[in-house]
């Protein structure tokens, strides 16, 4: 899951902002399934925050 930074800039504005919009999807299903003990591997929330963090600064990189 985990995506190269260059890759990130690589893709335009549009696309940044549907990443970023999927992975707080999938942030939230996981806050869902962690709170019902569904999952166990809660690590992966905080992969998916870094991973939103990496699109968040494509996207202002790109707006300079």
Do not use: G, P, Y
């Amino acid at each position: 899951m985990k995506t190269n930074f260059q890759e990130l800039l690589s893709k335009d504005k549009e696309e940044l902002e549907k990443m970023i919009e999927n992975l707080k999807k999938d942030i939230l299903k996981l806050r869902i399934d962690l709170s019902q003990e569904k999952v166990k591997n809660f690590r992966k929330i905080r992969e998916i925050k870094k991973e939103i963090a990496r699109c968040f600064s494509a996207l202002k990189r790109k707006e300079k």
